[in-house]
């Protein structure tokens, strides 16, 4: 059996154990206040120790048989079969996920390990021709060497393993930092996956801890060569900005201001339910989460009393009830941040038509309309449950207005003529839209990634295998080279 008390210590160099820092790190779950474990965190030793047992470990790895590494990622899908109903339980209590919810993300990470599962059989190199004479061109596709992926709070278990999962299945190692308040579903329970399918010690480090303790290091650190990262716009900044500056490869995926347009002649019932799903799922809680539905004049008002008899419906409280749509947001922090939001809608113009209840970090769902798009609760990124509505009259407007944002990262637009809305996806600058669907998709094999400040890279299937590998040109000579001189 699975036991959360065993995921309590750092994992570095193939042992669990404490961090060397007096600090401890409470994880708490976000709807009853229960401290579920507690952490002695990492410090800058300790996470030195993880990128130096990784880079030891990477030799192993990239000796190993392609075969025995795919069947190694198809161990780590049994053992989450195995276990299902204790992560189940984890996601709940550590994340304030719901049971829907747990089993969404459960579902997408077992993808992504069978997907990466197919890496080591797909490391393949060309043969290429040469403008000399008896000489030939190899390029080898080799593994980075050492990946460090720092991963987010709200689909901690995937948005950790989107990157974890590909990047061992390519030939790398790995040091995971997962966000202070996930330690668990984003770091060491993807460790213990790990572990129990066999993958060599010291191949995935967990280090949990916070920025606090250990400044820059993670990035700055010599050993890894790409960083991935995946959390808000403003510390994605800094991260790809100082990895840069130290020569390492940045992979960001970072917020999002998605749009939603609803068109005069789109199922209606049908659009409200994509949308609700669009918004309120995980509390808002995700970066591809509709953040303003863009509703075409004439279905307006239709759309808004549908939509809040929707959305009024869903029931707020104990993620785990199964009945619970809405759990907590991850701290009072965010809960307060929502407030003020909604205050500052309101006091520029929006209307309240639904009006949720804040208690602590217990978010009820809250609809503002009239919104127009320079508002803040219009260009910035809401995450929770707090939606804003725009009119628009004409396809040219709802373009402009879904441009309208320095984001760029998903998108759904609703029509039942589709090449319509096909052409008019095509001229929204967002690196994702989906016709006569919701806003929140990921599929293991499609490029995933952002646009303007909603990222810089594509991850799943063939671009995660291109920005964990690199390329080596090996040139053989058979003959002799003629020179000038």
Request: proline share 5%; glycine share 8%; net charge negative.
């Amino acid at each position: 059996m699975l036991q959360l008390k065993s995921l309590g210590n750092q994992y570095i160099d193939g042992e669990w154990r404490e961090g060397q820092s007096e600090n401890i790190l409470h994880n708490v779950n976000p709807y009853n206040k229960e401290v579920l474990l507690s952490y002695k965190m990492a410090t800058e030793a300790d996470v030195d120790a993880a990128y130096k047992a990784s880079l030891r470990a990477q030799d192993e790895w990239a000796k190993v048989n392609p075969y025995k590494k795919r069947d190694i990622l198809e161990k780590a899908v049994h053992y989450i079969d195995e276990h299902e109903e204790e992560i189940t339980n984890i996601i709940m209590d550590e994340l304030g996920g719901t049971r829907l919810k747990a089993a969404f993300e459960i579902g997408l990470v077992k993808n992504m390990i069978k997907e990466a599962a197919t890496f080591p059989l797909r490391m393949e190199g060309k043969i290429l021709p040469s403008i000399e004479d008896g000489k030939e061109n190899r390029l080898y596709r080799l593994p980075i060497g050492v990946v460090g992926v720092i991963s987010p709070f709200n689909f901690p278990f995937f948005l950790s393993m989107k990157s974890v999962a590909p990047a061992l299945g390519a030939g790398n190692g790995v040091v995971l930092k997962p966000h202070e308040e996930t330690p668990v579903t984003g770091g060491t329970l993807i460790a213990k996956i790990f572990e129990e399918a066999g993958i060599p010690k010291g191949l995935l480090n967990v280090i949990v801890t916070d920025i606090k303790e250990i400044g820059d290091s993670f990035v700055e650190h010599p050993i890894p060569r790409v960083i991935s990262f995946t959390g808000s716009t403003k510390v994605g900044s800094y991260i790809g900005q100082l990895a840069m500056k130290h020569f390492k490869k940045p992979i960001l995926e970072l917020g999002g201001n998605s749009a939603f347009i609803v068109m005069d002649d789109a199922d209606l019932d049908y659009a409200v339910n994509a949308a609700t799903f669009s918004r309120f799922t995980h509390q808002g809680q995700i970066c591809m989460s509709a953040n303003r539905i863009l509703v075409q004049k004439p279905v307006y008002e239709e759309f808004i009393a549908k939509y809040k008899e929707k959305a009024a419906s869903l029931k707020v409280g104990d993620p785990r009830d199964p009945e619970t749509i809405i759990g907590p947001v991850v701290n009072e922090r965010q809960a307060e941040n929502l407030q003020a939001m909604i205050d500052k809608g309101i006091e520029q113009g929006a209307k309240a038509v639904l009006l949720g209840n804040i208690e602590g970090n217990m978010v009820a769902p809250t609809i503002l309309t009239d919104v127009t798009p320079d508002m803040d609760v219009a260009q910035e990124e809401l995450f929770g449950p707090v939606i804003c509505i725009i009119p628009f009259e004409t396809e040219e407007e709802a373009i402009a207005i879904a441009n309208d944002t320095k984001f760029g990262l998903s998108g759904a637009l609703h029509t039942k003529n589709l090449e319509r809305g096909v052409e008019m996806a095509k001229q929204i600058h967002t690196g994702m839209i989906h016709v006569n669907d919701i806003t929140i998709n990921d599929e293991p094999i499609v490029a995933f990634g952002g646009e303007k400040h909603s990222g810089i890279g594509r991850l799943n299937g063939e671009w995660s295998l291109e920005e964990f590998t690199t390329l080596k040109w090996i040139s053989v000579n058979y003959g002799q080279r003629v020179f000038p001189y």
